[in-house]
T-cell receptor, first 113, second 111 residues
Framework: AQSVTQPDIHITVSEGASLELRCNYSYGATPYLFWYVQSPGQGLQLLLKYFSGDTLVQGIKGFEAEFKRSQSSFNLRKPSVHWSDAAEYFCAVLPPGTYKYIFGTGTRLKVLA | DAGVIQSPRHEVTEMGQEVTLRCKPISGHDYLFWYRQTMMRGLELLIYFNNNVPIDDSGMPEDRFSAKMPNASFSTLKIQPSEPRDSAVYFC?????????FGQGTRLTVV
């Protein structure tokens, strides 16, 4: 079945530490891939996207993500987390030939001072 | 651009009442989506439009739900009659070139 998996429901890191949020998908062909961030009471904000080409993509707020076809993964990373990064992060895919964005269940990030 | 604008931000209504949620997409975007977010089910796509035409409404949970897009700058999601299990945050999003932008959502509480 087609799916998007974010295996970590909650992650806690200390401010200044590095961060990696995992995302795996299962589709026959490589979909378009996205990461969104949602702060409490807010909508989802697009952090970055992958359509094709360079497998390491840069986004806003110092985030980057790497597409690995062999692992069907699109993990989000940040070298040094700031307290303001505390939020919920969603991985999303857009299967080829459709406009039905499919979202993972989200990872809630807590940042310790 | 002001982004995707949804109204109201919060809505509390009694079971059985009609509820209308409104959305103004980003100008020039050709796709519009309605999502529902709950703790139990996460983000669910309800319906989406392309150039004001409904393309896929397979996510609409029941006939009590309906959505319209009378023009490129306005869409509504209506629930009639509302039930407590409809309580959720409803998001509208618009997109151009496969990049979707979300509104801030409407938090609906049906009591």
């Amino acid at each position: 079945a087609q799916s998007v998996t974010q295996p970590d429901i909650h992650i806690t890191v200390s401010e200044g530490a590095s961060l990696e949020l995992r995302c795996n998908y299962s589709y026959g062909a490589t979909p378009y891939l996205f990461w969104y961030v949602q702060s409490p009471g807010q909508g989802l904000q697009l952090l970055l996207k992958y359509f094709s080409g360079d497998t390491l993509v840069q986004g806003i707020k110092g985030f980057e993500a790497e597409f690995k076809r062999s692992q069907s993964s699109f993990n989000l990373r940040k070298p040094s987390v700031h307290w303001s990064d505390a939020a919920e992060y969603f991985c999303a895919v857009l299967p080829p030939g459709t406009y039905k964005y499919i979202f993972g269940t989200g990872t809630r990030l807590k940042v310790l001072a | 651009d002001a982004g995707v604008i949804q109204s109201p931000r919060h809505e509390v209504t009694e079971m059985g009442q009609e509820v209308t949620l409104r959305c103004k997409p980003i100008s020039g975007h050709d796709y519009l989506f309605w999502y529902r977010q709950t703790m139990m089910r996460g983000l669910e796509l309800l319906i989406y439009f392309n150039n004001n035409v409904p393309i896929d409404d397979s996510g609409m949970p029941e006939d009590r739900f309906s959505a319209k897009m009378p023009n490129a700058s306005f869409s509504t999601l209506k629930i009639q009659p509302s039930e407590p299990r409809d309580s959720a945050v409803y998001f509208c999003a618009s997109s151009l070139a496969q990049k979707a932008f979300f509104g801030q959502g409407t938090r609906l509480t049906v009591v």
